[in-house]
């Protein structure tokens, strides 16, 4: 059964820094692109990052370009997104998700999600 576990959210004050994680199990990592996805409330679910499969190409949401970056450990079956300068309209609670599809940004191409680990970001 395949699994995506997000970690590391939390509260932060403007300008400050977090690293999410998401661990995977149930299939071979490797195999997929991974995503981040965001939602707040009264919001749909927005494309954040993106990683190829090797960790070689990545691609960003205009919103967090230069601020965010994705990165993924194979060895480790984890995906990481390290959040800097971080401003109160990026409060959301995010999510990561798995693809077999290349250079995709919607959701639903996406197929298998976490559940999800709230940012809260205070001005």
């Known amino acids: 059964q395949v699994q995506l576990v997000e970690s590391g959210g939390g509260l932060v004050q403007a300008g400050g820094s977090l690293r999410l994680s998401c661990a995977a199990s149930?299939?071979?990592?490797?195999?997929?692109?991974m995503g981040w996805f965001r939602q707040a409330p009264g919001k749909e679910r927005e494309f954040v990052a993106r990683?190829?499969?090797?960790?070689?190409?990545?691609y960003y949401a205009d919103s967090v370009k230069g601020r965010f970056t994705i990165s993924r450990d194979n060895a480790k079956n984890t995906v990481y997104l390290q959040m800097n300068s971080l401003k109160p309209e990026d409060t959301a609670v995010y999510y990561c998700?798995?693809?077999?599809?290349?250079?995709?940004?919607?959701?639903?191409?996406?197929?298998?999600w976490g559940q999800g680990t709230q940012v809260t970001v205070s001005s």
């Open positions: 998700a798995d693809t077999v599809l290349t250079g995709t940004t919607t959701p639903r191409n996406y197929g298998h």
């Open positions: 149930g299939r071979t990592f490797s195999s997929y692109v």
């Open positions: 990683i190829s499969k090797n960790g070689g190409s990545t």
